[in-house]
């Protein structure tokens, strides 16, 4: 079985989201480890109710990106970590981590890539008028939300205010990224 280590910075829903496939069976993956930049954040009580073990740490405490690269990288060797998923991780990637893990770094962005990268894509989104969005699940690469696409799904948001777009955007994220994952995890099972 796959092992995955969980990168999140915020409330963690996706990451929960994750969690719950995994415990139904849906998913066929172990989740060894959580990261997060952010000491205070609600992902680290989600992780505690599912039983993730938890890795927090303060970026300015460090001299560099490398620096905490490292010490991250460590642990995910102990670990045994195959798979990084990135699910609200609010910092790109460094070199370190993506040398050490080329093409097992997925993110999920909740916008149809290559439109709205970046930050607030829903505000985005909203602001520019589009009636359709979406979300798009992608391979990491330096950029911001530039890696290669794996799957999109397209969501309606003409007339929706910023909490029914949220609502709706989350919704598909935490049925689509679930499946996705499991999908590349058979497929690179398979090509290996
Ligand atoms: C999600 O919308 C995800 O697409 C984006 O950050 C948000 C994280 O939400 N990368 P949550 O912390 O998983 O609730």
Request: with cysteine; proline share 4%; glycine share 6%.
């Amino acid at each position: 079985m796959k092992r995955i280590a969980i990168f999140a910075s915020g409330s963690g829903s996706n990451a929960e989201a994750i969690w719950q496939s995994i415990e139904r069976g849906v998913l066929e993956a172990e989740c060894v480890l959580l990261v997060t930049d952010q000491p205070e954040a609600k992902v680290l009580e989600r992780a505690e109710r599912y039983g993730i073990t938890s890795f927090s740490f303060i970026p300015k405490s460090y001299a560099s990106k490398a620096d905490f690269e490292e010490e991250i990288l460590v642990l995910l060797t102990s670990l045994r970590v195959d798979y990084i998923v990135l699910a609200g991780y609010m910092r790109l990637i460094g070199e370190v981590l993506l040398s050490a893990y080329p093409s097992r770094i997925l993110n999920i962005h909740p916008s149809l890539l290559p439109h709205f990268p970046g930050k607030d894509a829903i505000g985005q989104a909203l602001a520019a008028n589009v009636s359709v969005s979406g979300v798009t699940v992608h391979y990491v690469d330096a950029g911001m939300d530039t890696g290669p696409i794996i799957a999109q799904e397209s969501v309606e948001i003409e007339e929706c205010d910023r909490t029914e777009a949220t609502s709706r955007i989350q919704a598909v994220e935490h049925r689509l990224y679930p499946r996705v994952l499991q999908q590349v995890l058979n497929q690179q099972e398979v090509f290996k």
